[in-house]
């Protein structure tokens, strides 16, 4: 069993930049898939970024060269730091570990534990 921990949200205006932490405990692998999705009212859960236990990371295209993924196998923690926010980057992003080793996965299912959220608004 895994517990994931986000926090770091909050409102911030256009432009400017939140960093996100997910705190993972339990059973957890330095091999797993971290990853980032987000969701917003009345929209279904969409991928952000991941990044493998080798390092490899990926990106949504409307957040690449803003955001950025990072992990520390030794402190169980993934980080999503997020710079010229925009409008659309309101939501609720959740933390989602994945225990396999190997490429980065995209789809929702495919992630085995998920923690509670933490909620992001952008204001115009």
């Known amino acids: 069993q895994v517990r994931l921990v986000e926090s770091g949200g909050g409102l911030v205006q256009s432009g400017g930049s939140l960093r996100l932490s997910c705190v993972a405990s339990?059973?957890?692998?330095?091999?797993?898939?971290k990853a980032w999705f987000r969701q917003a009212p009345a929209n279904e859960r969409e991928f952000v970024a991941a990044?493998?236990?080798?390092?490899?990371?990926d990106y949504r295209e409307s957040v690449r060269d803003r955001f950025t993924i990072s992990r520390d196998n030794n402190k169980n923690t993934a980080w999503l730091q997020m710079d010229s926010m925009k409008p659309e980057d309101t939501g609720v992003y959740y933390c989602?570990?994945?225990?396999?080793?190997?490429?980065?996965?995209?789809?929702?299912?495919?992630?085995?534990?998920w923690g509670e959220g933490t909620e992001v608004t952008v204001s115009s």
């Open positions: 339990g059973e957890t692998s330095s091999r797993s898939i």
């Open positions: 990044i493998t236990g080798s390092g490899n990371v």
């Open positions: 989602g570990f994945a225990n396999l080793a190997g490429g980065i996965v995209y789809r929702v299912e495919t992630y085995d534990y």
